[in-house]
């Protein structure tokens, strides 16, 4: 079974930093592109930033200079690492990602999401 596990999610100040992080586990053979998303309340759920295997990266125009999008291939790891945030960074953010593994090939998954508020 794959599993999407999000951390680093909290509390910040307008301003500041959060890196969130998530870890993608089971019997995998293989890990294409990953991408975080966020939901705010009342509004529907977007795209932050995506990145493939090869690294390529894109980012909502929203997020792009303030955001960065990395991955650890040795640890089937993706990261965010966020910077000036501001209180409309506000929300709940969800791992996304397509895996190969043993059970049922290529498959897209959702990690449980991480709780980022941005608030003085």
């Known amino acids: 079974q794959v599993q999407l596990v999000e951390s680093g999610g909290g509390v910040v100040e307008p301003g500041g930093s959060l890196r969130l992080s998530c870890v993608v586990s089971?019997?995998?053979?293989?890990?294409?592109?990953m991408e975080w998303h966020r939901q705010a309340p009342g509004k529907q759920r977007e795209l932050v930033a995506g990145?493939?295997?090869?690294?390529?990266?894109n980012y909502a125009d929203s997020v792009r200079g303030r955001f960065t999008i990395s991955r650890d291939n040795t640890k089937n790891t993706v990261y965010l690492q966020m910077n000036s945030l501001k209180p409309e960074d506000t929300a709940v953010y969800y791992c996304?990602?397509?895996?190969?593994?043993?059970?049922?090939?290529?498959?897209?998954?959702w990690g449980q999401g991480t709780q980022v508020t941005v608030s003085s």
């Open positions: 996304y990602g397509t895996v190969f593994s043993s059970v049922g090939g290529w498959r897209n998954y």
């Open positions: 089971g019997r995998i053979f293989s890990i294409a592109g």
């Open positions: 990145i493939t295997s090869g690294g390529s990266t």
